[in-house]
């Protein structure tokens, strides 16, 4: 399988010849853009005064959300290749028909949670990796690649909270953890995310390599082999 795994994205930066290493510079690619983690959205209690919160969604994304989405396509469009976009609230049939003519699933930003309900809604969660074992290749940013996650509840947990009961099952594409840390790689997040960790493995079997990316970073997945790439300092847990 080849994945690509972004804190924020990778096109006109540094990373894209790492990207191109995965495609083979072909230049008459068929991307399928999904924005659903991108959604308007709030989160609201399913009842008053409750701790269980759901999300709503908002009638309608900012013209800027709008304009982002269009100069993004334009982007892969200027370099030769066909986009389509893929919003995992449509019909389950019809994104899985689109998807099986693809060969690269472009999963963008925002919230994970809302992300990983529409991929497990949509049957997407059942069908991802028959189409990376076929040779699609997958990149994300932020939410788009921590969808990918055995585990997307490591940031969740305070030291009050208990971590059972929670749906935070990703569709374990990888035997790692991606971890985007957006402004900054330093000393100070990297020690909270170390608690973290500690703190979850005393209370359940927690086993994966956490790996923390920067802004300018990607894991880079090729078969067995892994890499943490990109500027600046690179660290996992």
Same mark, same amino acid.
């Given at each position: ?103 690269? =699933?472009? /999963?963008? &930003? ?9 991929? %497990? *809604? +949509? ?95 990607? =894991?880079? /997945?090729? &078969? ?9 300092? %690179? *660290? +996992?847990?």
């Amino acid at each position: 399988m080849k994945l690509f795994l972004t804190a924020n994205r990778f096109l006109n930066t540094p990373l894209e010849k790492d990207f191109l290493e995965l495609v083979g510079d072909r230049t008459n690619l068929k991307v399928a853009i999904i924005p659903t983690a991108g959604d308007p959205i709030e989160w609201i209690p399913e009842s008053e005064g409750g701790k269980v919160y759901k999300a709503k969604l908002l009638p309608n994304k900012s013209e800027e959300s709008i304009g982002w989405l269009e100069s993004y396509k334009g982007g892969w469009e200027k370099r030769g290749h066909s986009v389509v976009f893929v919003d995992l609230k449509e019909d389950g049939d019809e994104i899985k028909k689109k998807l099986e003519s693809v060969d690269v =699933i472009d /999963v963008g &930003g925002g919230d994970v949670n809302w992300l990983l309900d529409w991929a %497990k *809604k +949509s049957k997407f969660s059942e069908y991802l990796k028959s189409l990376l074992l076929k040779g699609v290749v997958y990149t994300g940013s932020s939410a788009g690649s921590m969808l990918v996650n055995p585990d997307i509840g490591f940031t969740w947990w305070g030291p009050e909270e208990k971590w059972e009961g929670m749906d935070h099952v990703g569709l374990g594409i990888v035997d790692f953890i991606f971890q985007p840390l957006h402004g900054g790689n330093d000393e100070e997040k990297t020690k909270n995310l170390i608690e973290r960790k500690k703190h979850l493995q005393s209370l359940v079997d927690y086993p994966w390599k956490i790996y923390l990316v920067g802004d300018g970073q990607a =894991i880079k /997945v090729n &078969g067995d082999k892994i890499e943490h790439i990109g500027e600046g300092l %690179k *660290k +996992s847990i």
